[in-house]
T-cell receptor
Framework: DAGITQSPRHKVTETGTPVTLRCHQT?????MYWYRQDPGHGLRLIHY???????DKGEVSDGYSVSRSKTEDFLLTLESATSSQTSVYFC?????????????FGEGSRLTVL | QQQVKQSPQSLIVQKGGISIINCAYE??????FPWYQQFPGKGPALLIA?????SEKKEGRFTISFNKSAKQFSLHIMDSQPGDSATYFC?????????????FGTGTRLQVTL
């Protein structure tokens, strides 16, 4: 298995509170991604990073921010959680070889916003 | 906007039967088409992938068929086994840039019965 660790794995929080999910990799891969998985929607890209301090938005980035201060860590922050952000969040990494499409996923973080 | 449409949503197949999952895409810039397999409580993992320069790719019991003119591709699982019971996602990406920004289908939950 790719060396990807997500924390926390489970979290319950209340509407309006800030939440930070952490993704840590030991593979030294350049690219890191945050996806959310919801029934009927598959996996949707929130944000991704192509290097330290280099990030860009995905298709569902509203309400989320990210930071990458080190190669190995990619943080996803919900500044003020809403019930619509209840989901399973997956971090993924890739080597960034042109158009290989191969992502290695973590085991997910289940977030419930009450 | 669903750029990759996947069907069926769920599928029940008897052991030894053939499982077929279909996907259609809209964006003609897509040129890499992987399939991911996800077991409960785990992150998705790459199963098999194809590029549009070939019409079929086979790896063991898993085959991708690709129809570029129809913008469709499908996954065939021959001799389906109970261990194949999982959720399958098709995906697509384009070659612009080097980030593997996959667009996923909505997933198919496969159950293989004895």
């Amino acid at each position: 298995d790719a060396g990807i660790t997500q924390s926390p794995r489970h979290k319950v929080t209340e509407t309006g509170t800030p939440v930070t999910l952490r993704c840590h990799q030991t593979e030294n891969h350049r690219y890191m991604y945050w996806y959310r998985q919801d029934p009927g929607h598959g996996l949707r890209l929130i944000h991704y990073s192509y290097g330290v301090k280099d990030t860009d938005k995905g298709e569902v980035s509203d309400g989320y921010s990210v930071s990458r201060s080190k190669t190995e860590d990619f943080l996803l922050t919900l500044e003020s959680a809403t019930s619509s952000q209840t989901s399973v969040y997956f971090c993924a990494i890739s080597e960034g070889l042109p158009n290989t499409g191969e992502l290695f996923f973590g085991e997910g973080s289940r977030l419930t916003v009450l | 906007q669903q750029q990759v449409k996947q069907s069926p949503q769920s599928l029940i197949v008897q052991k030894g039967g053939i499982s077929i999952i279909n996907c259609a895409y809209e964006n003609t810039a897509f040129d890499y088409f992987p399939w991911y397999q996800q077991f409960p409580g785990k992150g998705p993992a790459l199963l098999i992938a194809i590029r549009p320069d070939v019409s079929e790719k086979k790896e063991g019991r898993f085959t991708i068929s690709f129809n570029k003119s129809a913008k469709q591709f499908s996954l065939h699982i021959m001799d389906s086994q109970p261990g194949d019971s999982a959720t399958y996602f098709c995906a697509a990406s384009g070659s612009a840039g080097t980030a593997s920004k996959l667009t996923f289908g909505t997933g198919t939950r496969l159950q293989v019965t004895l």
